[in-house]
């Protein structure tokens, strides 16, 4: 007895200890994952003044210069890529977004988008660091900047005048970097570089129906046109990037009276639902083609086919002169088509729009597509005065409104019109299918008549053809019979 007493005595203070060692542990743990050291960054001031040429002096404020600029660029032990960039203006948010760098150089030059967190700032100086860049372990490396981009400020930057949306300003920074490392040493030397600049965009996208009866679904064609500083005779490749979300619009209707029309112009009751963003990037040539189909599934199918690259004038003239296609374009479309040199046909999506009604009035619309926005040419190989470029673009983040450049053909009129052509073209043989019918018609009292003629026709044809088939079998069984007598 005394045995287990003692047992029991000492049971709970060794169960508070056990509790006692397990809490501290966990917080202990706790404890070290808090104190886990966290990335810092170098301020930069500190990083710049590195440089015995730098004077801080050279970087005043100015309230009028909405620019940014960048003035240097530094690589980190863990691989990541610093860009220091002067922004003269501080009265407003011009905070950095984007960059476009190429490692390549010339020919190999191919220029992507990388976006930039701001490590931290002093008055006019900004350090920024890229997402998702890592630097090459090669002993000479380079970065071709062509240009930064910022969120564009309505109280500082102008608007495109027409109904496209500039969602960020780029800025030419035409800047070719050299890093080279040798026994730790790592120089950087910037010399200025050639970019193309784009001075007049419009972003935009034409509508093509489903060109049969059981229609429903439409083919978006994306485009951008734009001119350049440049005199170009030949654009043989386009780098371009752009954003897509999927969206599905849901329109509800009164089914009372006038309302319903009014409804129908204004769509007071409207639910969207949106997809998450993607980003884009695509090359195209000037050889590249599109063959787009439609299909509902039931078979029926219309084929669309044009060209990616052309000329201005080029496209205008496939679009309008395709009969096939029924597309023509609005006033906007054609005023922001004026004097834009190329343009660029560079995404197709599927656009659906069901309507459903009680009766004639309208109860509920849904339409379902895909948004683009942000367009945006990040290089331009062309040919000008004889001589190829390969070039970086200083160019906006430009977005086109929700409205397709040409006069849209709803279903409904698509079935009309392909009603109305099955008679133009093929009227002849409707007049003969009358006649035939009208035929048919007058004969009808005579038809047992007509009908019991024709079999005692046709038997006594199938006679006379057994008996022309049977007389040569005939004539020599009667000549058989005559010489066996």
């Known amino acids: 007895m005394k045995v287990k007493e003692t047992i029991k005595s000492l049971l709970l203070p060794l169960l508070l200890l056990l509790s006692y060692f397990l809490i501290n542990l966990n917080s202990t743990r706790f404890y070290v994952n808090a104190l886990e050291p966290k990335q810092t960054y170098t301020g930069v001031l500190e990083d710049l003044q590195k440089d015995k040429n730098f004077s801080e002096e050279n970087y005043l404020e100015n309230s009028e210069d909405v620019s940014l600029s960048v003035i240097q660029i530094a690589e980190s032990k863990n691989k990541e890529l610093f860009i220091y960039v002067y922004q003269p203006c501080l009265t407003e948010d011009l905070t950095a977004t984007t960059?476009?760098?190429?490692?390549?150089?010339?020919?190999?030059?191919?220029?992507?988008?990388?976006?930039?967190?701001?490590?931290?700032?002093?008055?006019?100086?900004?350090?920024?660091?890229?997402?998702?860049?890592?630097?090459?372990?090669?002993?000479?490396?380079?970065?071709?900047?062509?240009?930064?981009?910022?969120?564009?400020?309505k109280n500082v930057d102008t608007e495109t005048g027409n109904d496209n949306t500039i969602n960020e300003v780029a800025f030419k920074v035409a800047q070719?970097?050299?890093?080279?490392?040798?026994?730790?040493?790592?120089?950087?030397?910037?010399?200025?570089?050639?970019?193309?600049?784009?001075?007049?965009?419009?972003?935009?996208?034409?509508?093509?129906?489903?060109?049969?009866?059981?229609?429903?679904?439409?083919?978006?064609?994306?485009?951008?046109?734009?001119?350049?500083?440049?005199?170009?005779?030949?654009?043989?490749?386009?780098?371009?990037?752009?954003?897509?979300?999927?969206?599905?619009?849901?329109?509800?209707?009164?089914?009372?009276?006038?309302?319903?029309?009014?409804?129908?112009?204004?769509?007071?009751?409207i639910t969207n639902e949106y997809g998450e963003y993607i980003n884009n990037s695509k090359t195209f040539t000037y050889e590249d083609k599109v063959d787009y189909e439609i299909g509902n599934g039931w078979g029926f199918t219309t084929k669309y086919n044009w060209k990616r690259v052309q000329s201005v004038e080029s496209f205008i003239k496939e679009v309008e002169e395709n009969d096939t296609l029924k597309v023509s374009f609005t006033t906007t479309a054609q005023n922001n088509l004026k004097n834009k040199q190329w343009v660029l046909r560079f995404f197709e999506s599927e656009y659906k729009d069901n309507a459903s009604y009680i009766g004639p009035l309208l109860t509920k619309r849904v339409e379902t597509g895909t948004d683009v926005e942000q367009v945006t040419i990040l290089r331009l190989k062309f040919e000008s005065n004889g001589i190829v470029y390969n070039l970086g673009v200083v160019d906006n983040k430009q977005t086109g409104d929700e409205n397709p450049g040409n006069t849209v053909i709803t279903n409904y009129e698509e079935f009309w019109r392909q009603v109305i052509n099955f008679f133009k073209y093929n009227w002849k043989y409707i007049v003969y299918g009358i006649l035939a019918i009208i035929a048919l018609i007058i004969i009808a009292p005579f038809m047992p008549m007509i009908i019991t003629g024709l079999v005692k026709l046709i038997i006594t044809i199938f006679k006379g053809l057994w008996w022309a088939i049977c007389l040569p079998f005939n004539l020599f069984r009667k000549n058989t019979e005559d010489i066996n007598e």
């Not at 890093?179 to 419009?202: L, S």
């Not at 046109?225 to 752009?242: P, R």
Request: a negative charge; glycine letters at 2%; one cysteine or more.
């Open 176 to 269: 070719l970097w050299t890093a080279c490392t040798v026994n730790n040493e790592t120089t950087y030397v910037q010399t200025k570089n050639e970019v193309i600049e784009i001075t007049d965009k419009y972003v935009d996208f034409l509508r093509y129906p489903q060109a049969t009866w059981f229609g429903g679904l439409n083919c978006d064609s994306h485009y951008v046109a734009f001119s350049t500083d440049h005199n170009i005779e030949n654009l043989y490749e386009v780098d371009i990037n752009f954003a897509t979300r999927t969206f599905k619009k849901t329109y509800q209707f009164d089914i009372s009276g006038e309302q319903i029309h009014s409804a129908m112009i204004t769509a007071d009751n």
């Open 99 to 153: 960059i476009s760098i190429s490692t390549g150089i010339k020919d190999n030059a191919k220029w992507e988008l990388y976006n930039l967190t701001l490590l931290n700032s002093e008055k006019t100086l900004f350090k920024y660091k890229l997402e998702n860049f890592v630097v090459k372990d090669d002993v000479v490396r380079y970065y071709d900047i062509s240009e930064i981009h910022r969120k564009f400020n």
